[in-house]
């Protein structure tokens, strides 16, 4: 006798079809056999694990290959698969709430329907991954950040405010960039300014347009503004604005948008629309904000502690004790400075006698 489970439906993200509307995912329950020693059911939130640290992995591999932004076909394409599998199987989070803080981009790729048939096999360009290209690509695979930081309004109270930032740390000598070199030349100094760090911030305007199917977010961005820091006596160490633009009519002129698919704690996937092109972007929470966070946090516990040692009792009540000696100490230090006072005004007569 054959058991069949009938085939149920799993919501997934939208995929961005031609006609706009939602896809699903059709899932069928494995048919069980009587007598059959190998059943299985599939667990959907096993799966979208499995599919978030698949992505996440390539992710990760292909930023150390290429960067963060693919050009090679074959990376875009594994990219786009993986990103769609997950999409998948996961349940997309509605509370746009989860979105604020600072996120670092991994992964991206564009897509333009009229180039779409032109295929590139990095591997077979002369010289992209070998000798002084390859190693002038990795510095600058390295020294180069790209951060989404979005805020939470108070005064709105949702979301109203995201920074593009591309952040940039210059080496210092030459042989950062080129390997094989001479030893008269590879400790070259290329940073004479002394500039440790170089940050553009797009700022924009930002507002949730919707949560379901996806996070709908539109921007429109304000201002441009480039910050440096550096060691040189031109330059602040903590960072100083040298150059800021804005940009007028910028809700009219700038707007864009980009919708969540995917959002957990520390990954979320993002896409948006400019004209043709079609991009795809892969994020994980950036971890220096919350460290500093709880790092100032434990120090100011600490400072509380010392003066809890220092004028209470444990039990939150200042120790009377500790006051009377306190007053009785100053007292006793300002008798002596009215003595020394009272010798000071009377050494001169004694030197006139």
Known sequence: MLFSASAFMVPRSPAFTSNGKDRYTTMFATDISEGSADATTVSVDESAVAAREELLQLAKDLNSQYGVIL???EAKDSFRKAVEKLESVAELSADPSSLVGDWTLVCSLSNNPATEKIKIDTSKIPFFNDGPVRDIKKTLNDSVEVLQCIKFGEIANSIDAIDHVINYSPPNQLSSFLKNIPDA???????????????VVLKHKAEIEGTVP???????????????????????????????????????????????????????????????????????RTEKKQNDIDERAVDEDDDLDDDEIAEGNGDGVIDADIIDTDIDAEKESTSDDNNNDEITAEAPSDIEN
């Open 71 to 73: 050009i090679d076909s």
């Open 214 to 284: 996806v996070i709908k977010t539109k921007l429109s961005i304000q201002s441009i503004v480039v910050n440096v820091a550096g060691e040189s006596k031109n330059l602040e160490p903590n960072g100083g604005d040298v150059l800021g633009i804005n940009i007028p009519f910028g809700e009219l002129l700038n707007a864009g948008s980009f919708d969540t698919t995917f959002l957990d704690d520390s990954m979320r996937i993002s896409r948006s629309k400019t004209g043709p092109v079609d991009q795809i972007r892969v994020f994980v």
């Open 185 to 199: 030349i590879k400790d070259l100094d290329i940073n004479p300014l002394k500039v440790s760090d170089t940050k």
